[in-house]
């Protein structure tokens, strides 16, 4: 045999590879097999597939890694009775499923109707396909209530986005006690473990792990926001992997921003489902005849390259495709903002100081805080009386914004736009636009009460006071602030049969303001603050270009604060100030440990820059400096956790460049103990083949005189041993790939 012929079979191989990659990627995203009643839907490296069983019921099949071939795939089947008590709908993995028929396992939809029935059995009626989206119709076996499921694929991301849109079409109202966005289920097995994220307030974004046990576990908030007590996000693994970078993850996200739970529940055959969607708690949502209810968007995900990969899945996602008007492909603009230098004691002239030296430093946005509008000299008064305090600016707003713009920044302003005080003009006159229920006491937290935005009035009151604002004054940037949570949620003005819709309504009407504020102003942008981190999910970021994760800037405290935010969400949307110790701990951390933490997402100044030195000033130019040479790295590259906070004294993250031609690194040591040097540090992500040159050092730049060059490899596998010494020591490095 000639030596070409050895070659044959392994190129015959290698053709027959390459043509069903392209075959299958000749395939549309989204397919029905019709003989197998089966859908397949193709989400670039995951498969997710369900079909119809003999019982006209939608039945999950699969949800992981790719798969080319339709042909693996076996038609539904409903499982049969695996014990006396254990009915079929019960262990069949039902995509939708009502609850009825002899369910036990959580439902996806609770129906009461007029008559008092709650059983809902829901069945296959048609579908529609169309692009990226599939639509799945299903119809209660006996009366007119349809549910639409909503399937859309991204293929960039392996992202599926599920949701329900459920329709009355009866000739009665139906009240809905539990509505769901979809059922995941995961292959069937034991030994999955658990993420997720708790927190309070100045403590949020703490990661939980803990393993999935037999039964439900329950993640919520039951307080009409987000919250900072827990996150809508989810990670699940097995076979107690500890790589961050390799193993199966399924993950996922939900997009709302009011009342949310997510279960997750293991059943006595080893089958683990996660429900997401509306909180049932003192949930009972009126549907009238003709109308729909349209659940949020839960969207979730499959890697086989561990957390890190999980969480870059959802960064890149987020960036492409949630952030609104492309933002996520821009960079943010550097801001300094003016609450801890005057808090409510503004005026005219005392911002215009403060901008002054903002602006020498590089800052791009000038941000004035609380204390602008109505009688507002602090937090007993003012909320709800939207003018600009003729004491404070007797001219106005303008000659603050002039100013501020020839300074070279742009100027954002602060609001809290769902909030009112008591002590208050528009209290006094509509003191039934807050939430209450009548004849009982209203519960005051920061002296304040909640609008109820349920409310078509108070929704237009808030829109057009917001509207005037922007349009009256140069503003190119809300801080939008929501300090407390739902209390007496109350809708006494609305028929009592529908007054549970406020839970709902409310978070709705946000989203509404919200999408006609910015149509009207495409150039606005808005951040996400409520007390903190209370308010981030995928359902407010489709409105807002970033997110205040925390009021607790203490930089320390920080790095655990940012390494949790990361795991659900791109840093490109974390913001950070820099600001004065001490802080909460009363830790006095070096300005340059603070000005690095801060470079880990959105950077921002919070400090009172009139008690800064001109060494400070000085530093704060240089910091400012680097970080407009990587900031594009950072908010838009691919975030490597090499060292937790959690885990020990070290503290360090990579990020690289999508092309590979820059990685930045932060290193950060908390206390050095019996004078140990430090293990080198192992960086990811890089191209093996490629050299690179360190060409930019903050902190101990010595160590790295003369610019030395590493390979890609050298860099992965033996590391960088960083010169980090005593307490509160920080370092990072910019790294560039050497042209060829």
Same mark, same amino acid.
């Given at each position: ?26 395939? @549309? ?89 709650? +059983? ?37 991301? %392996? ?9 009355? #079409? ?28 708790? %927190? ?46 390799? %193993? ?141 305090? @003729? ?33 208050? +003009? ?70 009592? +049969? ?19 504020? #910015? ?74 440990? #603070? ?146």
């Amino acid at each position: 045999m000639k030596p070409t012929s050895l070659l044959r079979p392994f190129c015959i191989l290698a053709l027959l590879t390459l043509s069903s990659f392209a075959a299958a990627a000749a395939q @549309p995203p989204i397919r029905f097999l019709e003989a197998k009643k089966i859908f397949v839907l193709d989400a670039g490296k995951v498969s997710y597939v369900f079909g119809i069983n003999e019982q006209n019921m939608l039945q999950h099949i699969y949800w992981g890694g790719h798969v080319w071939r339709d042909q693996d795939f076996a038609a539904a089947h409903s499982l049969p009775e695996w014990a006396s008590f254990d009915l079929s709908t019960t262990t069949t993995p039902q995509e939708y499923p009502g609850w009825g028929a002899g369910l036990y396992v959580e439902p996806s939809l609770k129906a009461t109707f007029p008559d008092g029935n709650r +059983d809902l059995v829901l069945h296959y009626v048609d579908h529609q396909i169309d692009g990226n989206m599939l639509t799945v119709t299903l119809k209660d076996i006996e009366r007119a209530l349809f549910v639409h499921l909503r399937y859309t694929v991204y293929p960039a991301t %392996g992202i599926v986005q599920r949701q329900a849109v459920i329709e009355n #079409r009866t000739e009665k109202p139906v009240v809905l006690e539990s509505a769901q966005s979809a059922a995941w289920y995961l292959p069937q097995g034991e030994g999955y473990r658990l993420r997720y994220l708790t %927190g309070r307030w100045a403590g949020e974004w703490q990661l939980n792990e803990e393993p999935v046990h037999a039964g439900l576990q329950v993640l919520e908030s039951r307080r009409g926001s987000t919250s900072v007590q827990a996150n809508p996000w989810f990670a699940l693994d097995r076979d107690h992997n500890t790589d961050s970078e390799h %193993g199966s993850v399924w993950f996922g996200a939900l997009g709302w921003s009011g009342s949310w739970r997510i279960s997750i529940e293991q059943t006595p055959h080893q089958q683990v489902r996660v429900t997401g969607g509306f909180n049932p708690f003192d949930f009972g949502y009126f549907l009238a005849p003709g109308k729909t209810l349209e659940t949020p968007a839960f969207y979730a995900g499959y890697t086989d390259q561990g957390i890190g990969g999980a969480s870059r899945i959802l960064h890149e996602f987020e960036r492409t495709e949630i952030l609104p008007n492309g933002s996520g492909s821009r960079t943010r603009p550097i801001l300094y903002n003016s609450w801890e230098a005057t808090e409510f004691n503004v005026n005219e002239a005392g911002q215009i100081a403060l901008a002054e030296k903002a602006a020498t430093l590089g800052v791009e946005r000038f941000v004035m805080d609380d204390g602008w509008f109505g009688q507002r000299n602090n937090d007993h008064a003012g909320l709800g009386d939207w003018y600009v305090n @003729p004491k404070k600016f007797p001219n106005g707003l303008g000659p603050l914004i002039r100013r501020v713009k020839q300074l070279g920044m742009d100027f954002g302003i602060w609001v809290e736009p769902e909030m009112v005080n008591p002590d208050s +003009d528009l209290y006094r006159k509509h003191p039934d636009w807050a939430m209450h229920f009548e004849g009982r006491p209203r519960t005051e937290a920061r002296n304040q009460l909640v609008l109820n935005l349920a409310r078509a009035d108070v929704r237009e009151y808030v829109f057009h006071w917001l509207d005037d604002l922007v349009t009256n004054n140069d503003i190119a940037f809300l801080k939008w602030d929501y300090n407390r949570n739902f209390s007496e949620p109350g809708w006494p003005e609305a028929p009592l +049969d529908q007054q549970k819709n406020i839970w709902v309504d409310f978070t709705q009407n946000v989203y509404q303001i919200l999408a006609r504020l #910015r149509q009207k102003h495409p150039k606005l942008e808005i951040e996400s603050c409520s007390g903190g981190g209370g308010r981030v999910d995928l359902g407010i970021m489709r409105y807002v270009e970033q997110f205040w994760p925390s009021d607790d800037t203490e930089a320390f405290d920080r790095l655990t604060i940012q390494q949790g935010f990361t795991y659900a969400y791109t840093p490109h949307v974390m913001v950070d100030w820099v600001t004065d110790v001490p802080n909460f701990n009363g830790r006095g951390v070096p300005l340059q440990f #603070r000005f690095l933490v801060a470079m880990e997402g959105a950077m921002g100044i919070g400090a009172n820059l009139n008690r800064w030195s001109d060494e400070d000033m000085a530093l704060a130019r240089q910091m400012i400096q680097y970080y407009k040479s990587i900031r594009e790295t950072v908010q838009n590259g691919e975030l490597y956790r090499l060292a937790l906070p959690t885990a020990g004294n070290l503290s360090a993250s990579q990020y690289v460049s999508p092309d590979k031609s820059q990685t930045v690194l932060f290193a950060f040591l908390h206390s050095q103990q019996f004078g140990r040097s430090l293990p080198p540090v192992l960086l990811r992500g890089l191209d093996e083949n490629a050299t690179y040159a360190v060409t930019q050092v903050i902190g101990k730049a010595e160590a790295y005189d003369g610019a030395p060059k590493f390979s890609g490899a050298y860099l992965m596998y033996q590391g960088l041993t960083l010169p980090l010494h005593g307490d509160y020591d920080s370092i990072s490095l910019r790294l560039e790939r050497v042209p060829q």
